[in-house]
């Protein structure tokens, strides 16, 4: 497994000595520790690190102050703050300013690494809800819809898509999600694929450019409405809505969607691969 | 499509745009269109569903996405369409249309909009209706933004 990033912000050398001599045998890895605000700020910027301890007596700042600054740089930066001091008032300003936990000196090391677990967990588990509860249904509707379409199995494989941009050569559908979690989908085929997509499903050869997008793009309705239904049928509370369908054909295009968490669905079929990427906002 | 669903686009625009540092945009053109959208170099996209049902698209060239992002990042010189100016011009779409929204809850129509999608690609197809859509052309400080759209009342 890979390991998480920490950033130690202490002002004693000893106090950064020991917590990170407690997280180097575990899964975490330090990979910055400072002794200021203004060091802090800037080591976090240039390794990124996934969780940060924070001190609260620094001596250009308080930690709380430090504490705003890095979540002005990162709003997703979690924070936790360990002081020799942990009263209502501190942990009160503290929630405002973003920080997620607080722990009082000196920290165990099971205290310490309990609680940086428990946060890197809460991003873990958002996007493995996401994953299993919605993307699934997604790849559920792909299969069904290629089938019921083409008369064609299909080998679905789902992953989380990390990259910037979705790059299409050739013809993408784009349905938006709303209500929630709102998002959109993206269907997409190389040219070829959908030629051979389209006369398998239409059952002839004599279609041109435009009744194949049409094919493909109603296709593409098909797939997720169906999916968005699933995500109905179990959350029977919350409406996922589809919007009507835009495409796009062309080469070399590139769609990004910032923000979101997004899946790549990839359906291997006899007429070629099918790609559908989800992406859904976070939160409400 | 409805003439009534077009003014709470364009007032949108006019109103948030000087609201995020811009110059106050002035509306060229307005024309009915058959023909595919061809991506100008960035169009961002996005969807409405409930009372009103369509989509609309903010079509752009490079070199007014870059104006667009720097503007909305204090300045901030924009080289190329990065992912800081990707999120910009995301920001700005989502701005645009959670206002064209409330414009249209003015008009007692209730709409949800979906997530932008920024597509990078010039002289790439869009198509955005099986009939007619709108363009309104925009001038922004000398930049043309292209404003599609292809929204009905959902019966």
């Known amino acids: 497994m890979e390991k998480v990033k920490v950033m130690i912000v202490d002002d004693s050398k000893i106090s950064r000595t020991i917590l990170a001599n407690h997280l180097s045998k575990t899964n975490f890895e330090v990979v910055a520790m400072a002794a200021d605000s203004a060091e802090a700020i800037r080591l976090y910027q240039e390794h990124n690190p996934e969780l940060v301890t924070m001190d609260m007596n620094l001596p250009d700042a308080d930690g709380i102050e430090c504490s705003k600054k890095i979540r002005g740089l990162d709003p997703d930066a979690k924070i936790v703050m360990i002081s020799a001091m942990k009263d209502a008032s501190l942990v009160s300003q503290g929630r405002a300013a973003g920080i997620s936990a607080f722990l009082q000196k000196p920290v165990s090391t099971n205290d310490i690494i309990d609680t940086l677990l428990l946060l890197c967990q809460q991003k873990i588990s958002k996007v493995a809800v996401l994953r299993e509860s919605y993307a699934k249904a997604f790849e559920r509707a792909l299969q069904q819809g290629i089938l019921n379409l083409i008369g064609v199995q299909s080998k679905i494989n789902l992953e989380t898509y990390d990259k910037r941009y979705v790059s299409v050569d050739g013809i993408a559908v784009i349905i938006g999600l709303t209500g929630y979690p709102v998002g959109r989908s993206i269907i997409y085929m190389s040219h070829d694929t959908m030629k051979a997509f389209t006369t398998t499903m239409l059952g002839t050869e004599d279609i041109n450019e435009d009744e194949m997008n049409e094919a493909v793009e109603e296709a593409a309705n098909i797939v997720v409405g169906r999916g968005a239904s699933n995500i109905n049928d179990v959350f029977k509370d919350k409406e996922m809505r589809i919007t009507p369908p835009g495409t796009i054909f062309g080469s070399g295009i590139k769609i990004a969607s910032p923000k979101l968490t997004t899946f790549k669905l990839t359906a291997s079929t006899k007429v070629g691969e099918i790609f559908m990427n989800v992406g859904f906002a976070e939160g409400e | ?155």
């Open chain 2, 1 to 155: 499509m409805d003439a009534k669903l077009v003014n709470p686009f364009i007032d949108a625009f006019i109103s948030v745009m000087p609201q995020i540092g811009f110059p106050i945009p002035k509306r060229t053109k307005v024309y009915l269109q058959n023909k595919n959208i061809t991506n100008f170099g960035v169009a961002v996209m996005l969807g409405f569903t409930k009372q009103i049902r369509g989509n609309v698209v903010y079509n752009m060239n490079e070199d007014t996405a870059k104006f667009i992002a720097s503007t909305m990042m204090m300045g901030m010189p924009v080289s190329e369409i990065d992912t800081m100016a990707q999120s910009a011009i995301a920001e700005m779409s989502n701005m645009l249309a959670a206002n064209t929204a409330t414009n249209l809850t003015a008009l007692d129509l209730e709409v949800d909009i979906s997530t932008p999608s920024v597509t990078v690609g010039k002289d790439t197809q869009m198509k955005i209706s099986n009939t007619q859509y709108l363009t309104i052309e925009m001038d922004l400080g000398g930049h043309k933004v292209d404003i599609a759209i292809a929204v009905d009342r959902d019966v």
